[in-house]
């Protein structure tokens, strides 16, 4: 079969890698009036793949159903909050008498939020829960969907497929019903008519009408599959490098400090994001630049951006968004 999709090399140029992560999550102290969330469990394989960051590189997903279900409902509440605020407005400008407020409506809204938050652990649990995993350590790739043809399993059980194998091909298509276009990444087995299960679309960007987040998103996984060289370092993987043979051994010589992204407040790697991923639109991805391997000399923790604390301004925060829009975080 002759592929007349562009298809991205298993190369890397940019060589910026960065995902921001924020290690000790205050999310995870302080639960608020969720009070469900002990019951926020996935299923047993996604957990081993998200607690081994420096084994497995999880990409993508099928649709989850549940995921835009949770939103609208998000959404509801929020537009019930903003009714409630509007009508707080009215009362305190034209002297409305309590008698005559819909006092029903503020208590719908705070009984639906609250209902809809506590929800969450389990519409999680509705839907598919098939996912496409990069292992760095075999040097394979798996998918937890059934497969026709494919015999070959990993030790979980899922069809697996050697890294050379699995390519990454990029369309310009039509998302939306409005006309909306945008570059999406495909990742897919080189026999595609063997394997037609193989192909999993990639959101890599909310607008994506530049195939610059293709490139990025790609460069990603082809670094991370070279298991040769260490482990990129990015907030993500900070915890976890002492886990890879390879990287621990380049951080000893590097001198790399044991703590570096884990001090370093989330609003700083955010910015950090913003920058690097503006400077890509201008890199013409043709020739490789050297990679950051120090990256605390590049970018020195921002005084100015201090990480959050666990007080009561933090809280009152978290308890707002969670009665205005059903939101945990």
């Not at 009362?91 to 006092?103: A, E, K, Q, R």
């Not at 482990?231 to 890879?244: G, S």
């Not at 990679?291 to 590049?298: D, F, G, L, N, S």
């Amino acid at each position: 079969m002759i592929n007349f999709l562009p298809t991205l090399p298993k190369e890397t140029t940019y060589n910026r890698f960065f995902q921001s992560h924020e290690h000790s999550s205050l999310t995870e102290q302080f639960d608020g009036l969720y009070f469900t969330r002990k019951f926020e469990k996935s299923s047993k394989k996604r957990r081993f793949f998200k607690e081994h960051p420096e084994r497995f590189l999880v990409k993508a997903s099928d649709k989850h159903f549940a995921g835009w279900f949770s939103l609208g409902c998000m959404f509801i509440g929020f537009s019930g909050s903003f009714m409630c605020a509007y009508l707080f407005f009215m009362i305190g400008v034209i002297d409305l008498d309590f008698v005559n407020v819909p006092w029903w409506l503020f208590a719908s809204v705070l009984i639906w939020n609250l209902f809809w938050l506590n929800l969450i652990p389990w519409t999680k649990r509705v839907g598919s829960d098939h996912i496409i995993y990069f292992d760095r350590l075999t040097g394979r790739v798996g998918y937890t969907k059934a497969f026709t043809h494919q015999t070959e399993k990993d030790e979980f059980g899922n069809a697996s497929f050697a890294w050379q194998d699995i390519v990454c091909t990029t369309q310009y298509r039509t998302t939306t019903q409005y006309g909306n276009q945008a570059h999406i990444p495909y990742i897919q087995h080189r026999d595609f008519d063997t394997y037609p299960e193989s192909d999993v679309e990639v959101a890599v960007s909310e607008s994506a009408n530049s195939r610059t987040y293709c490139y990025l998103f790609w460069e990603e996984v082809c670094r991370f599959m070279d298991n040769t060289k260490p482990l990129p370092d990015v907030p993500v993987y900070e915890a976890v490098r002492h886990l890879d043979p390879v990287t621990a051994a380049f951080d000893k010589e590097n001198g790399r400090p044991a703590r570096f992204w884990q001090d370093m407040s989330f609003e700083q790697q955010s910015k950090i994001d913003d920058e690097l991923t503006t400077e890509a639109f201008n890199f013409a991805f043709d020739k490789p630049q050297a990679e950051i391997t120090k990256p605390w000399e590049v970018w020195p923790i921002d005084p100015a951006m201090p990480k959050p604390v666990l007080d009561n301004t933090y809280k009152f925060k978290r308890i707002l968004i969670q009665i205005t829009c059903g939101c945990p975080v």
